[in-house]
């Protein structure tokens, strides 16, 4: 029997992104929609100004749309929600004791939160036990921004290897990242924008907590000083980061390469179907990995890494592609529901729920 | 009296970008327009696809273009030409007693021949009296690659003022660099190439030669370590670049941009037509600069410099821009006739000379 | 003395534009800016969200904003209101006594209400008179909406040789067409839409009454059927459009290219500084016109035409281009401000006014 | 058993698409890939500047690039060359015993040579019979222009159920369909080009051939007066047309649109495996189609239609779009052959044929 899904947040350009992603899923089937209140009550057909190239699932398309309050006739959510209402709403779903897996940022940095990536610190999810929400058996896990996932899951073999002490990283980042209606077309039409809102700063916390390690007194955080310049160009989909490391035990770019294109997801044989083959594709060709080409490698899940030379600087240069709103959102939170699935702790609610 | 020019690859995008900045120059006026033998006794109107947004001034679409053989009739020739032919043609002018105010790489890094950016390095010109061109007055004179440029107007002042021990760059450069007609639109709309062929190897050479001291021996070259990783991305014009420097004597970030905004140029009061009269822009508001917006500030001349902050791994960190086809090539090299004309070394010469 | 102007909406696109043209009039100063109450008591700079490539002129970037209510301290004021409120405000500050110079749709096509090009109708102000605002002296001039003007200035000397029975024309329009922030960068970047809504009839009657007969009862529209689909392509300034047109009299291509090449303005002679001194040209060059290279072309107030050919299906065919927010927004208003100050319909006003 | 095919110009930008497209094809497999004497003998992967999204085909990435000369090691031909070339090389396969199913434009309009898409006009491959190579048995098919296959699409259902007397079409073309390297970036960035070599004339003569009648002598050309205006826009693939039809038996635009909706392909039933199972598509929303969205629709082969309206100077008017590399060139010829094969007119070859 298939897992009963709810999205909040559906009619968003996340929430639009979980549904593409979802349509097909051996494990997971949407049943429920919860939007604001001005799309409640409507078809999703209606209320979703659908941006994606494929078109909106049919049974999808005439589902109605909820609010975005407990309690939903699913078995847990996704959240797509904007960050501006998202704490209090997955909370309150949290404390309904649904299992809450958000791509917003608002818990990401709670101590008793996973902020997870499945290749990367899988373990983490033992944080959910920590978790109190009135005995309600909720939880919440969040994923990475999305700038975040691409640098994290190339430097993870690197820092398992040879430890990093220090990352430097200039990012070149799609408008997608930016939402919808997000950057107007007359701001970016043939120009960079050299800044990007707190997204700096939330590559640095969130790399160190995804480099952690699970004490008993939550993820220390991992040693790593990280400074990024965040700049948003005239691309669709797939953030670029130009990456430069100071490793602490020095590596040659050959065996930082060799590291990466060798990594060992620890997904590997568990048979989750989001999880790429092959999590890091190392490019030989100097001219890739490039964003309209390799950013839909392995569905959008694979990360690619190309360029990697010693750095005169650092130590060891690369840059690193992912798909920032596939691994570095949806996919990445359906990846996330997916490995909790495969570690029992998504169940199947069996009280009756009252459909609003 | 105006000084007579002469163009050598004039039909090509750098000749085009020659002719139209010496549209109305106060001293300098074009003679002569030599090409490939392709275009030789064509019109320019003829010979040159032109694709610059202002027209063809009429009096040049009416020259003559001839080939790229002394004698041409006028006092000194810049050069657009590409670098497969730069090497003979240019040394062919210097031995017939030509001034050569050159953009092409070919000479570049020759102990003799100065590699000049007149705010940074004048007194460089020295060089010239070491050349010897079999007596014939001759000489060459370089500005920098396109990328190169932004990059030092930013160091140095800080090199002057803290000293730069290293500097990691990340370029995200324009199409206009590339040449006409360069990039694929296949290849890089709503796309990035993270790679531009031995643009990465100048940026350090140049740079090190650049902020060099000028010894009995030569320029020695600055002991900076240069880490450059060059990008394309789609802007039309205008190289934007995410610097980190580690400074010798070491300074918070508002000290940096202070040194870099009060900048005194040592060519003003000089009175050259194209020096920008602020060489360096310090922006405070943190979406700046901009390509689009900013590369045409001074005339394309003026570099802009924004998002100077701590680098919490080198020390500090800011983006700079600058026009690269304007500052980054023709309007270098224009720059750098005004510097040698102040400075006497441009010379009417007042041999008969046959027009081919 | 300056005539004194105020701008209605002056922090939007259009109000935008009205500023940077201004800057430097030799009849015009801005003595008032007016715009919403969010905006209302800060200084333009505060205001404004500046998108222009050039800055916020300095006199103008420190001067209040006000709200959009009589008395504003100026002469007439140039309207770059959204039709969603212009309406009421504009029929304010006509009752108030001020010549309100539009760029809005709202009083485009009422019987009274000039909607003038200057170079094609303007004996339409004589309207003026017609117009009853309570005695105040006020009253209301329009330009039309961006795509109109490009297709009038190229069908008025071929309705004035051989009349024009019916225009087909196809738009290809550019982004700044929508104001800011406008169309999204995930909708346009490499797409075309083929829909702006409410375009289409505005072409048709807009060109019928900009093409029409002055007569006691109004204007007669001119005889002409019009087909238009118009479509959004990512181009920022610059609207291209494909016209098809059947004549009266038949032409050959020759003939209309002509025609069009030689059409001599009504403005010429008069001085007025924002008109062109050529208001048509007429490329033989069939890759042009083009949006990026000849938008700006007599500072963005020269419409281009290009490809004139026989058309097999309705007789004779031909591309024109105008620049959208110059020729067709502001710039425009301002030469309609121009041609009414020659003709004395603009006075000071002398009365007391106090500011806001 | 498979169907062998060779591919004559397997290195440029159609051979590319063919290579993609075949991958998996359950009828054909690539046994020879031809190219110039420059690739030849080369591994594929080194002769082919791989420009697709997807990866090439292990198999074929490997496979040895020959000459373009007879005999290849295949059943029958499908030819990407370039028009410089082709007509010689299609001419000796065809001599040589080869079918050729070509998407050069160089025997499109001979008498005896099919111009063919399998929707519109299948019985043409009549014409076959009437070829004659020496006797050799091979035989030359067209597919056609790019910009010709969306028109001719729309227009059948129209011409068969009401006449088309006249159509006014102007064409916003992608840029895959200039080839590779193709149009530069710096002339289309954020730009429009109303200029396509050739396009308006074979759009005409095509769009004759196309929905003219078999006869006797040939194919009598319909009576449909075509006028083209061809621009090329910033869009990576997929041709939108802007369609204004006179009707020789007038019809509303409803009708209009039900008949194309409605349009029942001769293919149906014949499990052709790149015919689409819907060959046109009639979007109701005004928004649609766009060439970023729908260009892949039906794996590129769905032609997609909308906006049908009344045009007041025509009768009824539309826009369409279709995928110019594939339903325009490679997949139109992949289904010329699928359909050549249900004929029966692809048989295997069982001469014993020399490897180059």
């Given at each position: 029997?298939p897992?009963?899904?709810?999205?909040?947040?559906?009619?968003?350009?996340?929430?639009?992104?979980?549904?593409?992603?979802?349509?097909?899923?051996?494990?997971?089937?949407?049943?429920?929609?919860?939007?604001?209140?001005?799309?409640?009550?409507k078809?999703?057909?209606?209320?979703?100004?659908?941006?994606?190239?494929?078109?909106?699932?049919?049974r999808?398309?005439?589902?109605?749309?909820?609010?975005?309050?407990?309690v939903?006739?699913?078995?847990?959510?996704?959240?797509?929600?904007?960050?501006?209402?998202?704490?209090?709403?997955?909370?309150?779903?949290?404390?309904?004791?649904?299992?809450?897996?958000?791509?917003?940022?608002?818990?990401?940095?709670?101590?008793?939160?996973?902020?997870?990536?499945?290749?990367?610190?899988?373990g983490?999810?033992?944080?959910?036990?920590?978790?109190?929400?009135g005995?309600?058996?909720?939880?919440?896990?969040?994923?990475?921004?999305?700038?975040?996932?691409?640098?994290?899951?190339?430097?993870?073999?690197?820092?398992?290897?040879?430890?990093?002490?220090?990352?430097?990283?200039?990012?070149?980042?799609?408008?997608?990242?930016?939402?919808?209606?997000?950057?107007?077309?007359?701001?970016?039409?043939?120009?960079?924008?050299?800044?990007?809102?707190?997204?700096?700063?939330?590559?640095?916390?969130?790399?160190?907590?995804?480099?952690?390690?699970?004490?008993?007194?939550?993820?220390?955080?991992?040693?790593?000083?990280?400074?990024?310049?965040?700049?948003?160009?005239?691309?669709?989909?797939?953030?670029?980061?130009?990456?430069?490391?100071?490793?602490?035990?020095?590596?040659?770019?050959?065996?930082?390469?060799?590291?990466?294109?060798?990594?060992?997801?620890?997904?590997?044989?568990?048979?989750?179907?989001?999880?790429?083959?092959?999590?890091?594709?190392?490019?030989?060709?100097?001219?890739?990995?490039?964003?309209?080409?390799?950013?839909?490698?392995?569905?959008g899940?694979?990360?690619s890494?190309g360029?990697?030379?010693?750095?005169?600087?650092?130590?060891?240069?690369?840059v690193?592609?992912?798909?920032?709103?596939?691994?570095?959102?949806?996919?990445?939170?359906?990846?996330?529901?997916?490995?909790?699935?495969?570690?029992?702790?998504?169940?199947?609610?069996?009280?009756?729920?009252?459909?609003?």
């Amino acid at each position: 029997m298939p897992i009963r899904v709810g999205i909040l947040g559906a009619t968003g350009a996340v929430g639009q992104t979980f549904v593409d992603l979802l349509d097909g899923h051996p494990l997971f089937t949407i049943t429920a929609l919860a939007a604001s209140e001005r799309s409640a009550g409507k078809t999703y057909r209606e209320a979703a100004n659908w941006i994606g190239g494929n078109e909106i699932p049919d049974r999808v398309a005439e589902m109605m749309v909820q609010s975005c309050k407990p309690v939903l006739d699913c078995d847990f959510v996704f959240s797509g929600l904007d960050a501006s209402v998202a704490g209090d709403i997955e909370g309150a779903f949290a404390r309904a004791g649904y299992p809450v897996i958000s791509n917003a940022r608002n818990y990401r940095m709670e101590p008793d939160v996973p902020l997870l990536i499945p290749e990367v610190n899988p373990g983490h999810t033992a944080l959910i036990g920590r978790q109190d929400w009135g005995g309600s058996g909720g939880f919440i896990v969040t994923n990475p921004n999305c700038s975040t996932v691409g640098l994290v899951m190339a430097l993870k073999p690197l820092h398992d290897a040879f430890g990093v002490a220090a990352a430097h990283v200039v990012t070149l980042q799609a408008l997608s990242g930016a939402g919808y209606p997000g950057v107007s077309s007359l701001d970016i039409m043939g120009n960079v924008i050299p800044h990007i809102g707190g997204e700096e700063a939330k590559m640095a916390t969130e790399t160190r907590k995804l480099l952690g390690t699970l004490t008993e007194a939550g993820v220390e955080p991992a040693d790593v000083t990280i400074s990024a310049q965040c700049n948003r160009v005239p691309v669709l989909d797939g953030h670029m980061e130009c990456v430069s490391v100071r490793l602490k035990a020095p590596a040659s770019a050959e065996e930082a390469a060799n590291v990466m294109a060798s990594f060992e997801s620890p997904l590997a044989g568990m048979g989750l179907s989001t999880a790429p083959e092959f999590p890091i594709r190392v490019f030989e060709d100097e001219r890739f990995p490039q964003p309209r080409r390799h950013a839909m490698a392995g569905g959008g899940m694979q990360v690619s890494v190309g360029k990697v030379r010693e750095c005169p600087v650092l130590g060891v240069k690369f840059v690193v592609l992912s798909h920032n709103t596939i691994r570095g959102a949806a996919g990445g939170a359906i990846l996330n529901a997916e490995l909790l699935n495969a570690q029992g702790r998504l169940v199947r609610r069996t009280e009756a729920v009252a459909v609003e």
